[in-house]
């Protein structure tokens, strides 16, 4: 698998610049441990029956909450969502099926 650089030209124009206008970090092998020791919670991006909606109250009281987001076609990987305290999803309408993090 494969990754975004979102500091590359094409992602910071297609973003049109939102790439440095909101926190984001690029962590290691051991992230979630990282994350972790940070006092951070973690939600996974990915439907599943369990995923709470972005808005939900319950999440909104976490003070220190990392969002992980997959790509566009394979989202996250099964063992990553399943390490993650929540799982959030994005409604999406008129047949809309994903969206591009990138």
Excluded at 9 to 16: D, G, K, N, W, Y
Aim: glycine share 6%; with cysteine; net charge negative.
């Amino acid at each position: 698998p494969g990754c975004s650089d979102p500091l590359y030209r094409r992602c910071a124009r297609v973003s049109m610049g939102t790439v440095f206008q909101i926190p984001w970090t690029l962590l290691g092998e051991n992230w979630m441990e990282e994350l972790s020791s940070r006092g951070y919670m973690t939600t996974a991006m990915a439907l599943t029956d369990e995923s709470y909606p972005i808005d939900a109250p319950e999440l909104r009281e976490i003070d220190k909450l990392a969002i992980i987001m997959g790509s566009e076609g394979d989202g996250l990987r099964d063992e990553t969502v399943a390490a993650c305290d929540y799982t959030v999803k994005i409604p999406m309408f008129h047949d809309v099926d994903s969206l591009n993090v990138a």
